[in-house]
């Protein structure tokens, strides 16, 4: 039974870690982000498969039969197909895309054993929590990191435009660099976000904590995950760079501030 759940466990960090992967491949157009991510993805299909044999020849169950046994073959399906389609047709939306809904089916699955009062989907979902916490905490701490490049680029902006403080101007890093490790830090730390989110609603839901929509600290969450897609889409659709997704930058951040230090004083149910 430990043995079970130890491998759900283990699915779930290398399926969320091949997510992240597939998105930062699907922002940068980064074919080491995507190789990796492939394999990552590979390796959850393997899991995933030793899984569906096991239900097959020791419990003697094609796992059709209840509504979780069906979600967890449901994910295994997309798997097969994210790969198939990463390998043959290298279309990035839809691979980034059938693999965060995959990702989705496997909380589902673990949601759907809780009702049915099974033990590992019962020890699974207690532990959530602690998931969707730690992921929030590290995109945070990766927001943090590329507003300081954006802080660093805007004060690098500034000397070079008042031309002075030139003994500063290698310390602080070439004006380019920063913007690209600013934007390279948003594109790890969105994902993240995104699936702390997608963590927190299912624990939520699947232990029976009291959650709701409305909940000031909820809704701050979705806001600073909206803000930090916002800067993706002006910075690959608009092509901002510079100075003004700097400032962009500068200013969700300073939202994520307010809704990590304020709003969770606020919630209901948030620390």
């Given at each position: 039974m430990l043995e079970i759940k130890w491998l759900y466990e283990l699915i779930l960090i290398i399926y969320g870690t091949s997510v992240v992967g597939y998105f930062i491949d699907f922002v940068q157009?980064?074919?080491?982000?995507?190789t990796t991510a492939f394999w990552?993805?590979?390796?959850v299909w393997i899991l995933q498969t030793l899984l569906l044999l096991y239900q097959i020849f020791a419990k003697m169950n094609f796992p059709v039969l209840n509504v979780y046994d069906g979600l967890y073959f449901y994910a295994w399906i997309l798997v097969t197909f994210s790969l198939l389609i990463n390998r043959f047709f290298k279309i990035d939306f839809l691979v980034f895309f059938t693999n965060l809904?995959?990702?989705l089916i496997m909380l589902l699955h673990i949601t759907a054993k809780v009702e049915g009062n099974d033990v590992i989907g019962v020890q699974l979902v207690s532990e959530l929590l602690i998931a969707h916490i730690a992921l929030a905490l590290v995109s945070y701490g990766l927001f943090t990191l590329s507003f300081i490049f954006s802080f660093m680029y805007l004060l690098q902006y500034q000397l070079l435009k008042k031309k002075k403080g030139y003994k500063w101007l290698k310390r602080l890093g070439d004006l380019k660099r920063l913007d690209d490790l600013a934007f390279l830090f948003i594109t790890i730390a969105t994902p993240a976000l995104l699936l702390s989110v997608i963590l927190g609603v299912v624990w939520a839901y699947s232990s029976g904590a009291e959650f709701y929509w409305y909940d000031i600290k909820t809704i701050g969450s979705f806001v600073v995950l909206f803000v930090?897609?916002?800067?993706l889409l002006l910075r690959l659709g608009k092509n901002y760079q510079g100075r003004s997704i700097a400032l962009y930058n500068t200013a969700a951040f300073?939202?994520?501030l307010?809704?990590?230090?304020?709003?969770?004083?606020?919630?209901?149910?948030?620390?």
């Open positions: 157009r980064n074919r080491k982000a995507n990552l993805l590979s390796l809904l995959g990702f930090y897609v916002v800067y300073l939202f994520l307010v809704n990590f230090l304020l709003f969770s004083t606020l919630s209901s149910f948030h620390f």
